[in-house]
């Protein structure tokens, strides 16, 4: 089963657990090690899910007190832009890790990948796509990673991809916050595009430009939502 489709059944599973075991607003909820067992997948998988569900008001993470359901809806309140104040440092931290990795990484694959790596990223156009088509959040956050992480494995640098799979499974606030903002789904077909153009044209500093612009456009992005929301 592919991830996308994983981290959407995570997520609805979660969902129908706080609606059919009588949990309601303010109740504490299960433990991530307790949903790991229950739902018999990875930590990072809950992890991720249990944001996506903090992001949109579902549940809130109270640091060393655990999981609580939320009602958004009662609370009057933007529980996005709640959440992506109280994330800040935690994103830009991600979006400057990006910045010094990525723009290199694309470089390198401007050099280095061969038709099999074009295959598997211009895959990973299309199937962003469709995502986007549909509206499915949880599939667009894991194709967008997908796309990176074929990048990062084009560049034959095994630590460099290491170090993007680490940071792309441990770290998804980036991709999580940024798929959120309205219109930037659409916007960043487009980017993906260009950088995939970049690279197939065999032109290292393109790539690494437009692989630059891109990242720098999804963090102003959502530092000019978390500004017009506050």
């Known amino acids: 089963m592919k991830r996308a489709r994983l981290s959407e059944q995570i997520v609805n599973e979660i969902q129908r657990?706080?609606?059919?075991?009588?949990f309601s607003d303010g109740d504490r909820f299960y433990s991530e090690n307790v949903l790991t067992?229950?739902?018999?997948?990875?930590?990072?998988?809950?992890?991720?899910?249990?944001?996506?569900?903090?992001?949109s008001g579902k549940v809130?993470?109270?640091?060393?007190?655990?999981?609580?359901v939320s009602d958004p809806i009662s609370k009057g309140v933007n529980t996005f832009a709640a959440w992506l104040q109280s994330n800040e440092a935690d994103l830009r931290d991600h979006f400057e890790m990006r910045r010094i990795l990525e723009p290199k990484a694309a470089s390198l694959a401007a050099e280095k990948a061969?038709?099999?790596?074009?295959?598997?990223?211009?895959?990973?156009?299309?199937?962003?796509?469709?995502?986007?088509a549909s509206e499915t959040r949880e599939g667009l956050i894991e194709e967008d990673r997908i796309f990176h992480l074929?990048?990062?494995?084009?560049?034959?640098?095994?630590?460099?991809?290491?170090?993007?799979?680490t940071m792309a499974e441990s770290l998804s606030e980036g991709w999580i916050s940024s798929l959120n903002i309205p219109g930037r789904a659409e916007r960043t077909v487009a980017?993906?595009?260009?950088?995939?153009?970049a690279i197939k044209a065999r032109d290292p500093k393109r790539a690494e430009k437009v692989m630059m612009a891109h990242l720098e456009n999804a963090e102003?992005?959502?530092l000019d939502y978390?500004?017009?929301q506050g």
């Open 17 to 22: 657990m706080i609606r059919d075991e009588g």
């Open 37 to 55: 067992k229950k739902l018999d997948v990875s930590r990072a998988s809950v992890r991720e899910a249990i944001r996506i569900l903090e992001i």
């Open 60 to 68: 809130t993470v109270r640091q060393g007190k655990g999981i609580f």
């Open 150 to 165: 074929a990048l990062a494995k084009s560049t034959r640098n095994r630590p460099l991809y290491i170090l993007m799979k």
């Open 226 to 228: 978390m500004q017009r």
């Open 220 to 222: 102003k992005e959502i």
């Open 191 to 197: 980017e993906h595009k260009a950088i995939f153009d």
């Open 114 to 132: 061969d038709e099999k790596d074009l295959e598997a990223m211009e895959g990973t156009l299309d199937a962003f796509s469709r995502q986007v």
